[in-house]
């Protein structure tokens, strides 16, 4: 009987075919024992970890929209600070031509004007304290 087996391995392997192998598994479950398996929580792993899936997804996206925010108040605050340069920057070059004009072409009521503006900005830079004599 040992030979049997072996000739019938060989003709396999001769043929270069191999033999249809029966699957002898049960039927497949009908629709009522489907039911009870979902009900029970058979198929429930799949379903809860697609959830957990979708619930980190969502933690990540709203994590990254926060640092998006975050960043972006960042240079709302970097470009406010920016205008505010450019506004001390264009005052002070305004309080430098005022403070230097030349008074002799001007008629009596725009030389009084210029007076009082040239007061006004000595008595701010003195108030402020940051008069360090470089006018």
Request: aromatic content about 6%.
């Amino acid at each position: 009987m040992d030979n049997f087996t072996d000739d019938n391995e060989d003709d396999e392997e001769e043929s270069g075919t191999p033999r249809l192998v029966v699957n002898n598994k049960k039927r497949p479950s009908g629709r009522k024992q489907e039911k009870e398996r979902v009900k029970k929580g058979g198929y429930g792993v799949v379903f809860q970890s697609a959830v957990q899936e979708m619930i980190t997804t969502r933690k990540e996206m709203e994590a990254n929209k926060k640092s998006k925010e975050s960043r972006w108040m960042e240079v709302k605050v970097m470009e406010e600070r920016k205008l505010a340069i450019e506004e001390e920057k264009l005052r002070m070059e305004q309080e430098y031509k005022i403070m230097f004009m030349d008074t002799s072409r001007l008629n009596q009521t725009q030389r009084a004007y210029l007076e009082s503006m040239r007061a006004q900005i000595l008595s701010r830079m003195v108030g402020s304290g940051s008069g360090n004599g470089s006018v």
